[in-house]
């Protein structure tokens, strides 16, 4: 046990690995803070912190359940001579239900919705929140489980990582939910990297690869244009305030 711990390989992998799950799980905290700013103010940190739990407690079954992942390989069925697996399903359903949530949530921001700035909690429930984001949880913790197993075979690491990352995403979680929630423009930019993603995660599905350092590098070069317009602002210049927010 305390060789294992001292092996310097077990600790680059926990580093590395920490930090990929990170890095998958940004666009989830993204969501789960745009989701959660359509509930009232005093439970939007609430949601935020039962959406990052449940991705956690998602990503270890996951690990524990690793033979079944496998089998997710296996084919179902074939549509157009191609052949379907049990992972090819849910990345394509959770590609196509990311693109439909992100398209929904920008015209809920630039249109409105005049039943749920009249506050009527039939529209948007904290139940109904938890539930799109236990579903988003499903897709996203499907791709960090993968990357995880392909890169070490030492389930501790795995969970240790899914720990740490979550920890971390805790703690952010709050900083980014309010850098987003008040400035509009990274806002509609964040759900257009999430259609984004979900195109990617829809080809994934189908075996159309596409290398995710292009969508990395699009995310990254739009933010670093969005910071530079935001520094050359004007003092007195005011972002447009987007409809549907509970005050």
């Known amino acids: 046990m305390i060789e294992t711990l001292t092996d310097p390989s077990l600790w680059a992998a926990l580093l590395t690995l920490t930090a990929l799950e990170i890095v998958l799980g940004i666009d989830n905290i993204i969501f789960i803070s745009i989701l959660s700013s ?3 103010k005093q439970k939007q940190k609430k949601a935020r912190q ?7 407690v998602t990503r270890i079954l996951l690990l524990f359940s690793l033979s079944l992942i496998m089998k997710l390989t296996s084919p179902l069925f074939t549509i157009f001579s191609h052949e379907i697996s049990g992972r090819d399903l849910i990345l394509i359903v959770g590609g196509l239900f990311l693109m439909a949530k992100s398209v929904t949530e920008i015209h809920h921001k630039l249109e409105g919705d005049p039943e749920s700035m009249e506050g009527n909690s039939k529209k948007t429930t904290f139940t109904k929140v938890i539930v799109q984001i236990m579903i988003l949880d499903i897709v996203f913790s499907l791709d960090s489980v993968i990357t995880a ?3 070490t075979d030492q389930l501790g690491v795995m969970i240790a990582a899914v720990v740490l990352s979550v920890g971390f995403m805790l703690m952010s979680s709050g900083s980014i939910s309010d ?11 964040a759900l257009s990297f999430l259609i984004l993603i ?14 995710k350092g292009y969508i990395y590098f699009a995310m990254a070069f739009s933010v670093i244009v969005e910071l530079l317009n935001m520094k050359l602002r004007k003092p007195d210049e005011k972002p447009v305030v987007l409809k549907g927010k509970f005050d």
């Open 38 to 40: 359509r509930l009232p």
């Open 198 to 211: 979900g195109l990617a995660l829809f080809g994934e599905g189908w075996e159309l690869h596409i290398p």
């Open 50 to 56: 039962i959406g990052l739990l449940l991705a956690m």
């Open 149 to 151: 197993v392909g890169m």
């Open 179 to 189: 850098f987003v929630d008040s400035h509009p423009t990274i806002k509609i930019l």
